[in-house]
C-alpha cells in the first residue's frame, strides 16, 4: 500500500508526534510506501484565498468551488495544493494524525481539508459519498485528546466522541467516498505516565498491522435517495455520528 | 449590548458579508455597539504555535494550554490574541458569520477559536458548559451553504445540520459557558435569486431585531455529574447535537 500521513502538532517532541513515528516503522516495516506531510513542519498555509489558482476564472468574485474545478482543468493550482493532491491520489490509505482542539482538528489541518479536497476531484456535482472522487481509498483519523474515556459515549458529559467528530469522519471524509476506518484514539496523554503512552503506542502498532481488517464505518449511499437527493426510504442507517 | 462579529470570507462581495453588513446597521440601529473582526481583511493567524506567547514557560516543549494559562497569569498573550480576546470579553453578543466549508468553520475561523478561547479565560479546570469563563454572554452562528434544506434533517442524506455543527454549538460554544441560540442558516446560496437573497437579509434583520426573545439551545449542565464528570443520572438530555 502506498500511505500519506497528514501529521499536525506544534510540537516536534509531543506524543502524537511519536505516533506518527510509530506509524512510519510500522507500515514500512510491512512493506508499504509511507510520505509524511508534516504541516507545521512545512509551514503549511491553511487559509483559502483567491491565491490557491495561478489564473482565476473571475478576478472580480472569487467562488472558491468553482475556481477549484477550473483549477484542476487547467492545471493551475497553487503548486503548493497540487503537491498534496497528488500525495493524495498516489495514496490507498490516508491517516490524519493530530491532538484535538476544540473537539475537532486544529485549524492547519482544517486548512489542509478545505484546500487540498478540491471540486472537481475529490467530489463534485453527484460524486460524493459512495460515489464520492477518492472511492477506493481508505482513511484512519488518529488521534490524541486530554479527555477521559468516561466523558464520551451515550450518557456521557460530552456525548460520544464520533457524534463530536461528524463533520470530520461523514461530512468530510466519507463525504469524498473514502473507506473510513473506525478511528483510533488516545485518551487524556498530557496527564497519563510513560508507560500508559508506550500502552498507546503498541496498540497503535499493533492496530496498523491488521489494518486491512478493519470494518469501516457505514454512511449513506445514493442510491438511498433520489434525483434530488430526497429519501427513497425513512431513516437511514448509520453506525455512527 | 456589546456585540463582536467574527466574520470569515475570502470575498469582500460575497452574500455572507451583506449579512455581515446587514448585521451591523441593524444592530447599531438599534443602539447597540458594534465591533467586527473580518479575518481575511485582517490577515487573521490561524496558526497555534509557540510564538503565540511572549515568554515560553517552557521553551523546550509546548503544552498549548499550558502556555495559554500561564500567559494569561503573565499578561504575554501574542497581542493579536489578545487583541480579539479584549474584544471578546467586552461583548455581550459574539457572532460568528462565516460559508460551511466541509460542514465546519473555514480554517482562519477554526484558528480565531483555537488561539483566541484561551485556557485560563474561557475554560480551565471544572470551568466548563454551565461553568464556562465566558457565561453571560449570548452567540449566535450565522452561516450560508451551498446544500438545500431538505438535504439536512433526521431521515436527510447528510443528516440534521446541528449534529454537523455539534463539535461547534456544543463543543466550542457551549463549553465556554455561552448561551447559544439556534444558528442563522442560509440555505442554497451559490444557486439562488436575488430575490431569494434579499428575502434572507430581511429575515437575518428580524431575527436580530428580535435575539432578546431567542431561547437558547440546551446543553449539560455541571450539576448532573459527579466530581469525576460520571452522570449522575443516564440519558442527559439536549435538544441538539
Chains 1, 2 share one sequence.
Not at 497553487?78 to 490516508?94: F, G, N
Not at 492547519?108 to 464520492?132: A, E, M, N, P, T
Not at 502498532?205 to 470494518?215: E, F, M
Not at 434530488?228 to 442507517?237: E, M, N, S
Request: aromatic share 10%; hydrophobic share 40%.
Amino acid at each position: 500500500m502506498n500511505v500519506l500521513i497528514v501529521h499536525a502538532h506544534p510540537e516536534p517532541k509531543s506524543f502524537t508526534s511519536a505516533m506518527r513515528d510509530q506509524a512510519v516503522t510500522t507500515l514500512e516495516k510491512q512493506g508499504h510506501a509511507v510520505q509524511v506531510s508534516d504541516l507545521y513542519a512545512m509551514n503549511w498555509n491553511p487559509i483559502a484565498s483567491a491565491e490557491d489558482f495561478n489564473n482565476c476564472e473571475n478576478p472580480d468574485y472569487l467562488v472558491y468551488a468553482l475556481e477549484q474545478r477550473q483549477a484542476v482543468k487547467n492545471k493551475s493550482l497553487a503548486s503548493d495544493i497540487q503537491q498534496e493532491l497528488d500525495k493524495l491520489l498516489w495514496a490507498d490509505l490516508l491517516i490524519l494524525n493530530f491532538p484535538i482542539y476544540w473537539f475537532s482538528v486544529p485549524a492547519i489541518l482544517k486548512g489542509w481539508l478545505d484546500r487540498v479536497l478540491v471540486s472537481g476531484v475529490c467530489y463534485g456535482g453527484k460524486r460524493f459519498y459512495d460515489q464520492g472522487g477518492l472511492r477506493g481509498k481508505k482513511v484512519l483519523v488518529s488521534l490524541t485528546l486530554g479527555g477521559r474515556e468516561h466523558m464520551f459515549g451515550e450518557d456521557a458529559i460530552h456525548g460520544p466522541l464520533e457524534d463530536m467528530l461528524r463533520p470530520l469522519l461523514r461530512g468530510t471524509l466519507a463525504y469524498t467516498g473514502m473507506e473510513v476506518l473506525p478511528p483510533f484514539i488516545a485518551w487524556h496523554v498530557p496527564y497519563i505516565s510513560q508507560d500508559a503512552r508506550e500502552s498507546f503506542l503498541n496498540d497503535f502498532a499493533q492496530r496498523l498491522d491488521n489494518i486491512d481488517q478493519d470494518q469501516a464505518l457505514v454512511f449513506p449511499r445514493l442510491d438511498q435517495f433520489d434525483e434530488r437527493l430526497y429519501p427513497l426510504q425513512p431513516a437511514v442507517q448509520t453506525n455512527n455520528g
